[in-house]
Nanobody
């Protein structure tokens, strides 16, 4: 059974940093890409970042490019999202998700077949 567990969320002031972790079990990060999504109250879920399984290529939404960094530790089967220069508009529940096998992970949630429970990130101005 595939499980993803996020941690590391919290409340910070604008300009601060947080690092989210996503521990994956039941599926190797060496074979499946992993993505991060977020959903703010009253808004649709949106793609944030992803890391491929083969080449470790990374992909970002324009809104977080240059501020967020996605990485993974295959030995720990864990994916990270380092978030710097946080803004109030980054406030959301953040989810990690395991891609269903694409070499290049997409930005649609439909391409991801396992999801974590989410972790809250709140950025105050």
């Amino acid at each position: 059974q595939v499980q993803l567990v996020e941690s590391g969320g919290g409340a910070v002031q604008a300009g601060g940093s947080l690092r989210l972790s996503c521990a994956v079990s039941g599926r190797s990060l060496s074979n499946y890409a992993t993505g991060w999504f977020r959903q703010a109250p009253g808004k649709e879920r949106e793609f944030v970042a992803a890391i491929s399984w083969r080449s470790r290529n990374t992909y970002y939404a324009d809104s977080v490019k240059g501020r967020f960094t996605v990485s993974r530790d295959n030995a720990k089967n864990t994916v990270y999202l380092q978030m710097n220069s946080l803004k109030p508009e980054d406030t959301a529940v953040y989810y990690c998700a395991s891609n269903n096998g694409a070499v290049i992970p997409g930005t649609s949630g439909r391409e991801y077949d396992y999801w974590g429970q989410g972790t809250q990130v709140t950025v105050s101005s």
